[in-house]
């Protein structure tokens, strides 16, 4: 088998290892539940997908980032809440990849053989705290005393930047930009999970307050709480379970620097080149094979990046592969079908863990009037920390 | 309150969160700015040159480091136009954030100082200033030079 440092999957030495639970949350402003009660929600849904008893989960890992809401170490709360004692577990955060973040320790956990059945947890709570104050605490993600303490980046701000230079560099323009934003919201109308349910035009984006120009607010995805669970389990267990085990067939991880000012450049994101070239080596496949995929649009410019990064296209050809409708279903590679970050809505930590429950639905046929033609059987998780400061591709198969 | 909106305990407890945060290691590009002069690190061991600056090496881990001119002359890269701020900024906004390319190939992110998004432009000159020099904290910016 290949060799490649810093990916996960199909070596001799890691056991086989399957989605057999998911479970979800509604996304949106949720000031109904606790942060606990919000968890609990996809955590049963994950366990009775699953057909298992809880006390089977011998691993909880916890991806969030927190700050915003009353709970500082919030897996405890989360474990006692949905009766997990004795487990082992951890908060994991890796920025907006935290829940990738989340599903690589579980993976792990099944993999090395300390435990049968593990679970991840994604979940974010942002709506407790003013919206200025949210965009503050992501805002300081970057590198603190050099981007923020004087100069009050956004994370709006950092994605605008990687706007205006693939603009320059490749004549795309704000329009291009909006059509991202008009296919999240016409799938996420098609989700009752979604935070946003209504179709928009590229008027109503074009016209929205400007947040940091050229991103304007329907560019971005919102301030959201909501969570989702996966249950992992060995392929031993997983093929006792359910007939429609999802195979983690790789999991590519990088980084890049904190710093923008650090970056060679700004039309695309390295992390995600080098994490997706990783995930398909081990996975044995190219870009080509993917049937389905949810990418990281944290903003929309975000998602014409993530085509031609992850290599679904060009470098500067990302705006005609969507304009084409080939990133629709029906198209050649259907992108972001619930409603991605932007129309579903973007609880930071629970993102990656949604967007494995959605290609699993997928992989399933489970995925109803969204349901994508599944050729290959094959589908991608991309999922980005910050500007590219963390990526996580997670490549799923319906064959071991 | 919103009728339609679900009880919410609003909590009584704050919490004032304010760093004090380490500059030791960079402390002669902050005394030097007060100064209007801008230098960064060099690596004497690998020749590795940073920005912003450090004195531990991330090339070679060496600690043997100088410091040098940065330099103020640089090339727009990309910048914003930051509208929506975060809270501690509201009383600063809104304001323009560049990256411009200064000499050895380092690059620098700070505000634009006079000049409308429309008239920023990649490639553009732009020159780093010194503000705030008398006072504790001092930062810096770009300014189109015309």
Known sequence: MDTVKGTLGLSETLRGVAIVGIGHSKFGRRNDVSVA??????????VEDAGIDKKQVENVTLGSVGGWCEETVPATIVNEYSGFQHVGSMRVEAACASGSAA????????????????????LEKMTEVNTLTAIELM????????????????????YAMFAVAHMNRFGTTEEDLARVAVKAHHYGAMNPLAQFQKEITIEKVLSSQVVSWPLKLYDASPVSDGSAAVVLASEETAKKLTDTPIWIKSIGASSDSADMSRRDGYVGLSATVDASR???????????MVDVANCHDCFTIAEIMAYEDLGFCAKGEGTKLLKDG??????????????????????????????????SKQLR????KRQVPIKNGIGLVHNVGGTGHYCYVTVLSRSR | MDASEPPTLHSRRT???RFNIPISKTNRFWESLKEGKFITTK???????TFPPQVDCPSCMSSNSEWIDLGTEAELVTFTYVVITPTSFVDSGPYHVAVGKLGQGLKVLAWVEGATTEELKPGMKLRLEARNGSAASPYYVFVPVK
């Open chain 1, 37 to 46: 009660e919000l968890a609990f929600e996809s955590i049963r849904g994950a």
């Open chain 1, 103 to 122: 599903v690589k320790n579980a993976y792990l956990s099944v993999a090395s053989g300390e435990s049968d059945i593990a679970m991840a947890v994604g």
């Open chain 1, 139 to 158: 805002g300081r993600g970057g590198s603190y005393l050099w981007e923020f303490e004087n100069f009050g980046m956004t994370f709006a701000s950092y």
């Open chain 1, 278 to 288: 990783k995930a398909y080596s081990v996975a044995k496949i190219g870009p080509e």
């Open chain 1, 326 to 359: 080939q990133t629709m279903i029906g198209g050649k590679i259907p992108v972001n079908v619930d409603g991605g970050l932007k129309a579903k809505g973007h609880p930071i930590g629970a993102t990656g863990v949604s967007m494995m429950v959605e290609i």
């Open chain 1, 365 to 368: 046929g489970e995925a109803g």
């Open chain 2, 15 to 17: 919490l004032d969160l």
């Open chain 2, 43 to 49: 690596c004497k061991d690998c020749g590795e040159v």
